[in-house]
C-alpha cells in the first residue's frame, strides 16, 4: 500500500509541475505553416543550379519538389547563408527575424543546421545526403526531392503569425539562391 501511494503522490506532483510550468515533457508546437511559394536561381547553370516547384496536396496544402545539381565536387570555401524574414503586413515589408544562419562554411552549415533541422525531413523525400558524425565531402551530383513537406521540429515552440520568407544564399565557385514563402498560423485546438 505504502508503495501505491508514493506513487500516486509523484504522479499528483508531475501533473502540477507539468500544469505549472509548461510540463517536463517536450512541449508542442503552438503553430502551423503552409508554403506558397518558392524559387531558385543561379549564377553559373555549368557548375551548380536547380529547379524548384510547388506541389498541390490538399485544399491550401502543398509540397516542394525539385532538384539540386553540382557538376563540381563542393569544395571547403564554399560558404552558405540563410536569411529568415517576416512580414506581419501581408509581405508588403520583411524584417530580419534571429532565427537565421550567419555566412558560414557550406560544411559546417551541413553539419549542424542541415542535420538538426532539415536531415530528417529530407529522408523521407529526397536522396539529400544522411549521416552519423561529419560529414565531410559532397561529390559533384543530382540531388532530387519530391513532395517534401519539412517538419517543423527544430524550430521554436512558438513563433509569431505572419509570412515568412525563407532565403539561402552560396558565396564561391557559384552563387546559388533559394527562396520559399510561408504563412505561420497558430493552430486552433
Same mark, same amino acid.
Request: aromatic share 14%; hydrophobic share 35%.
Given at each position: 500500500?505504502?508503495?501505491?501511494?508514493?506513487?500516486?503522490?509523484?504522479?499528483?506532483?508531475?501533473?502540477?509541475?507539468?500544469?505549472?510550468?509548461?510540463?517536463?515533457?517536450?512541449?508542442?508546437?503552438?503553430w502551423t505553416y503552409n508554403i506558397r511559394s518558392t524559387r531558385m536561381s543561379t549564377?553559373?547553370?555549368?557548375?551548380?543550379?536547380?529547379?524548384?516547384h510547388l506541389n498541390r496536396e490538399g485544399r491550401g496544402e502543398y509540397s516542394m519538389?525539385?532538384?539540386?545539381?553540382?557538376?563540381?565536387?563542393?569544395?571547403?570555401?564554399?560558404?552558405?547563408?540563410?536569411?529568415?524574414?517576416?512580414?506581419?503586413?501581408?509581405?508588403?515589408?520583411?524584417?530580419?527575424?534571429?532565427?537565421?544562419?550567419?555566412?558560414?562554411?557550406?560544411?559546417?552549415?551541413i553539419n549542424t543546421f542541415y542535420k538538426d533541422i532539415v536531415m530528417s525531413s529530407?529522408?523521407?523525400?529526397?536522396?539529400?545526403?544522411?549521416?552519423?558524425?561529419?560529414?565531410?565531402?559532397?561529390?559533384?551530383?543530382?540531388?532530387?526531392?519530391?513532395?517534401?513537406?519539412?517538419?517543423?521540429? $527544430?524550430?521554436?515552440?512558438?513563433?509569431?503569425?505572419? *509570412?515568412?520568407?525563407? @532565403?539561402? +544564399? &552560396? =558565396? $564561391?565557385?557559384?552563387?546559388?539562391?533559394?527562396?520559399? *514563402?510561408?504563412?505561420? @498560423?497558430? +493552430? &486552433? =485546438?
Amino acid at each position: 500500500m505504502g508503495g501505491k501511494l508514493q506513487m500516486l503522490k509523484t504522479v499528483i506532483l508531475l501533473m502540477c509541475c507539468d500544469s505549472i510550468w509548461g510540463g517536463l515533457a517536450p512541449s508542442k508546437h503552438t503553430w502551423t505553416y503552409n508554403i506558397r511559394s518558392t524559387r531558385m536561381s543561379t549564377s553559373n547553370e555549368s557548375v551548380a543550379g536547380g529547379e524548384t516547384h510547388l506541389n498541390r496536396e490538399g485544399r491550401g496544402e502543398y509540397s516542394m519538389s525539385g532538384n539540386l545539381y553540382f557538376n563540381v565536387d563542393v569544395p571547403e570555401e564554399f560558404e552558405v547563408m540563410a536569411s529568415i524574414y517576416r512580414s506581419n503586413d501581408g509581405g508588403a515589408t520583411y524584417k530580419l527575424e534571429p532565427y537565421s544562419v550567419p555566412r558560414t562554411g557550406v560544411y559546417t552549415a551541413i553539419n549542424t543546421f542541415y542535420k538538426d533541422i532539415v536531415m530528417s525531413s529530407a529522408a523521407k523525400c529526397s536522396n539529400f545526403p544522411q549521416f552519423e558524425g561529419k560529414l565531410e565531402h559532397v561529390a559533384a551530383q543530382k540531388f532530387t526531392y519530391d513532395r517534401c513537406i519539412l517538419s517543423n521540429d $527544430g524550430f521554436p515552440t512558438y513563433v509569431s503569425d505572419g *509570412i515568412y520568407k525563407f @532565403e539561402v +544564399k &552560396t =558565396f $564561391g565557385m557559384v552563387e546559388l539562391f533559394f527562396e520559399a *514563402i510561408v504563412v505561420v @498560423e497558430q +493552430k &486552433t =485546438f
